[in-house]
């Protein structure tokens, strides 16, 4: 199709048209955010640019290590992460089926939950039940010093609050239990809100922000999707990467327990919010139509006045990336930091992209007639 096709188009070296504005969705995740980093690596190789990106937990790392680097810079400042974090745990031979990947895949994440992970967190010295109440040592078993370290050495802060992607990263507040968004469209953030959003009890210690102490924003809600459309102006393509199916299979032994449990409860949110948020969006257009169909000395009651700009809204196409474990992968799959699970989720990311590009026929159909719907086009 031609760029004269598309007026209200932006002309991007893009494999399908595009709306004004392209966004992208991080849900947490833990060491399968490697996914997140192969999908906006084909993205990237797609030609498709990313204006609006939010983060929770380590979707909200990979979105500072995105919106703090340019273009060209991104893709290898992610893989200088995913490398660095992975790197005590590298690839080797594993001879046998999947019985014997599942018992390397538990040994590398006991190795884990002992030694930590290289630039994110390591074990305290002294364990928190030794350690002075309220004291921040009292409060995790992890000491995450080393991730300042990490971010701010591959985060051009001021790229990242005075660039042009606009990021936002979920965090809630102890005391109150309120999920707020730090935006770098209403104040500067720096390492301490990106860590504050992946600060997941009791395994890390809760971060300070102007006097006050932030968590992992996953407790409350698992996807920062509604303040993507919250905060949409245009016509919108969203890309919501999810870490975690809300499908799945029966549990066969208690590890297969533990991983269902942990899919249910982090995508249950994700859902709910999608849901929701489309539901609302027909509600509106119902609303608008009916407004159209009063007669003349109607349509200027302050009632109507009212409807019609709460139902004023811009179109928005889902495009859902969701990881699906293999068999081997367990409960213990999001804190699991080896290289060579780290390149198969990575793949898979970047594999999940260019099947969906490949059957992109529908979603373009939608971008350029102004309609709203979501897809998983890489469902079997």
């Not at 504050?196 to 971060?207: M, Y």
């Amino acid at each position: 199709m031609a760029d004269a096709d598309l007026p209200s188009m932006k002309k991007r070296r893009a494999a399908v048209p595009l709306p004004d504005q392209v966004a992208l969705v991080l849900q947490g995740g833990g060491a399968l955010g490697s996914y997140q980093a192969g999908v906006y690596q084909a993205l990237d190789a797609q030609g498709i640019e990313i204006d609006r990106i939010a983060g929770i937990s380590i979707g909200a790392i990979n979105a500072a290590l995105i919106a703090g680097n340019p273009p060209e810079r991104r893709v290898a400042r992610l893989t200088e992460f995913w490398e660095l974090v992975t790197g005590w745990l590298p690839s080797f031979a594993i001879p046998g089926d999947d019985h014997w990947r599942e018992l390397m895949h538990e040994w590398s994440a006991g190795f884990v939950a002992m030694a930590g992970v290289p630039g994110f967190f390591g074990p305290r010295f002294i364990p928190p039940v030794f350690a002075p109440p309220g004291s921040i040592g009292a409060l995790s078993f992890y000491d995450n010093g080393l991730l300042k370290e990490t971010l701010d050495r591959l985060v051009d802060w001021e790229l990242l609050n005075d660039g042009p992607v606009h990021i936002s990263v979920g965090a809630v507040e102890i005391e109150s239990g309120n999920f707020h968004y730090f935006s770098n469209r209403e104040r500067r953030l720096d390492a301490r809100h990106i860590m504050a959003s992946g600060a997941l009890p009791p395994g890390l210690p809760p971060v300070e922000i102007d006097g006050k102490l932030w968590w992992d924003g996953g407790i409350v809600s698992n996807t920062p999707l509604s303040d993507v459309l919250d905060t949409q102006t245009e016509p919108m393509l969203v890309f919501q990467v999810d870490l975690f199916p809300a499908e799945g299979t029966l549990p066969k032994t208690i590890l297969d327990v533990f991983a269902r449990e942990k899919e249910i409860r982090y995508s249950s949110r994700t859902r709910q919010v999608s849901d929701q948020l489309l539901k609302l969006r027909k509600a509106r257009r119902a609303v608008a139509r009916l407004l159209r169909k009063l007669p003349d000395e109607l349509k200027n009651d302050p009632d109507a006045v009212f409807l019609r700009d709460a139902a004023e809204e811009q179109p928005v196409n889902i495009v859902q990336l969701i990881y699906r474990a293999s068999a081997w992968e367990s409960g213990s799959r999001d804190y699991e930091f080896s290289a060579r699970s780290m390149r198969e989720h990575w793949a898979a990311g970047h594999a999940a992209v260019t099947e969906s590009i490949d059957k992109a026929e529908l979603l373009a159909r939608n971008i350029v007639d102004g309609k709203t719907a979501a897809f998983d086009l890489t469902r079997k």
